[in-house]
């Protein structure tokens, strides 16, 4: 089970105009990512990324991290610029059964009879973190007042006194 | 019935956590479905009450019904229909896994641990259906999660002259009401007729199997069988739109000529014969009716020759892991199978023939009802073995794959 989400991260999600991008390491333990064609927010509070390619490198890593426990990355950019960070493990790789089969033909609708869905991947969500660059800044300003280039805190210029 | 539990059997072998944390790069889901597979499982009541007979594909169990089979959260199918523990509360040697209720999920339990959550499967919307011949179409076409498979001929005539059937069957003794049977053989009618039903189900099918006992009369040894074969697939393919439709057969070891017919009269796509024991002396004890009728290196050269009628990749030979192990005349120690099985199985490959295992069960009605299986340990390096060989010599795995079958774990770590 997910843990409670802002009804922000619920519109980014369910707003077709987000772009979201998946990233999740493999067994090189290099990452790999990918922009979702379709993610949505499920009842239970988990998110549903839906992969259409069998033999992609995500679904591979996704595999990797369902197999061993590893967490992934959502990224979220909404059409107002405003940018989240979803960080998941998932779940269940969905393929077969009536749920399946009901998302199987709801994708096609939306997407074309030649669109192949392989997985609905159904990830719990551990935490979530915007990284739009105003709150990211404000937030590192905050928490880590000394990380900076000095001149920001250079006076114009220093007095003979 | 099988033999009883072992009640000191958890003393002499390494458990499923040992071995968990002894190969951490192997897929924890392949080690538990190696293991289940092993050892088999029961049902509580809990866990019986969350079936549903108008949802879920169904065995009896009792006076009750199980489920035929179990996936995993990661889509690796657990199958148990062949786990006679299941059906008919045999045991083999091991105390089988527990499915119960947690939290209201479904969870794989032994010693008191619970492994992770398991999922039933779901039957296919002909499976209540009826042929115009009056048969229920389960009974013509199988299904697993993501395949369908259907076997033409339910007796193997390997078990014609007694002691030659292979001695860890349980099928062969149980096919004998069929022989000589109007429905000995599949009827190409009535497969068309359920392939009108799978149409209807989108999302559904990934591929299909075909398989059967041995028929081995015609010209030439085994041609009734191969046209029973090109009569199925025929009627299969009557629903596609493309010559060519994702599919297997797992037949007898047919001849070149044989095989070019079979790729060329059907939608045929991937080729399977089984070798079922890597070790020629050891093949003609455990399987005396193939090895009578052909030999150990004919099986194989006849595996060569499939790969160059049906390419690299689309060919596999299989072997029932563990017996070759049996007693008597198995090998002794688990070191010495596994040296065997690796140096066939390099041979085999460097022609180009894929690798998979299926995991042995002891079942009742086989002549090896007495024995015991290997340990896990043994699984899991053979599993990865064989993976490891199927990458060196870049064998595609994709003919057998999880959704295609998933019986096969050295094949089911191929997804990463």
């Known amino acids: 089970m997910s843990l409670d989400i802002t009804e922000e991260i619920e519109k980014i999600i369910d707003d077709k105009e987000t772009v979201s991008v998946i990233s999740a390491v493999g067994k090189n333990g290099n990452p790999v990512s990918q922009v979702g064609k379709k993610l949505t927010l499920w009842e239970d509070g988990r998110i549903a990324y839906y992969e259409f390619l069998e033999s992609s490198q995500l679904q591979k890593n996704l595999v990797y991290s369902i197999w061993f426990g590893k967490e992934i990355i959502i990224s979220l950019i909404g059409k107002d610029g405003k940018n989240y960070s979803v960080v998941g493990k998932p779940y269940q790789a969905l393929i077969a059964g009536h749920v399946f089969e009901a998302e199987y033909e709801k994708t096609q609708e939306e997407f074309g009879e030649k669109t192949d869905l392989s997985t609905v991947w159904l990830i719990d969500i551990v935490r979530v973190t915007e990284d739009t660059y105003e709150v990211a800044k404000e937030r590192e300003e905050k928490e880590h007042p000394y990380l900076m280039h000095m001149d920001h805190i250079y006076k114009e210029e220093i007095s003979d006194e | ?416």
């Open chain 2, 1 to 416: 019935m099988a033999v009883e539990v072992d009640k000191e059997w958890r003393k002499k072998e390494e458990s499923y956590w040992e071995i968990l944390k002894k190969y951490p790069t192997v897929s924890p889901f392949i080690i538990t479905q190696i293991d289940v597979q092993r050892r088999g499982v029961v049902y509580t009541d809990a866990a019986l009450d969350k079936v549903d007979a108008k949802i879920h594909q169904v065995d009896p169990y009792k006076d009750r019904v199980a489920p035929s089979s179990l996936l995993l959260r990661d889509g690796t199918s657990i199958i148990t229909h062949f786990t006679f523990s299941t059906s008919k509360k045999t045991l083999n040697s091991r105390e089988p896994y527990i499915v119960d209720v947690a939290d209201d999920k479904i969870v794989l339990v032994d010693d008191d641990r619970i492994i992770d959550e398991v999922i039933y499967w779901e039957k296919p919307k002909f499976y209540d259906k009826k042929t115009s011949f009056g048969t229920p179409m389960q009974e013509v076409v199988d299904a697993r999660p993501q395949r369908f498979s259907l076997s033409v001929s339910k007796y193997c005539h390997f078990w014609d002259k007694p002691g030659e059937g292979c001695k860890y069957c349980g099928i062969g003794a149980a096919g004998a009401k069929y022989k000589g049977c109007a429905n000995e053989r599949v009827n190409p009618e009535e497969i068309k007729e359920v392939m009108k039903e799978i149409l209807k189900e989108k999302g559904r099918f990934t591929g299909v199997v075909l398989t059967g006992g041995s028929i081995l009369s015609g010209d030439e040894l085994c041609d009734d069988e191969l046209d029973a074969y090109i009569g199925a697939l025929q009627a299969i393919g009557t629903a596609f739109k493309t010559k060519k439709f994702p599919s297997q057969v797992n037949s007898t070891a047919l001849s070149e000529r044989q095989l070019i017919r079979l790729y060329e009269e059907t939608g045929l796509t991937s080729y399977t014969t089984d070798l079922e024991v890597f070790n020629e002396e050891i093949f003609k004890w455990v399987c005396p009716g193939k090895a009578a009728h052909i030999s150990f290196s004919e099986w194989k050269k006849r595996l060569y020759q499939a790969v160059e009628i049906f390419g690299k990749g689309q060919v596999n030979t299989g072997i029932v892991s563990g017996v070759e192990l049996a007693t008597p005349y198995g090998f002794k120690t688990e070191e010495e199978a596994l040296k065997a099985d690796f140096e066939t199985a390099e041979e085999l490959a460097s022609h180009g023939v894929g690798l998979k295992h299926d995991v042995w069960n002891v079942v009742p009605n086989s002549i090896f009802f007495k024995q015991t299986t290997p340990s896990l340990d043994y699984y899991v390096r053979l599993t990865k073995g064989f993976y490891e060989i199927m990458q060196k010599y870049g064998i595609s795995t994709e003919m057998d794959n999880y959704r295609k079958c998933s019986m096969h774990a050295s094949i089911n770590l191929d997804r990463i």
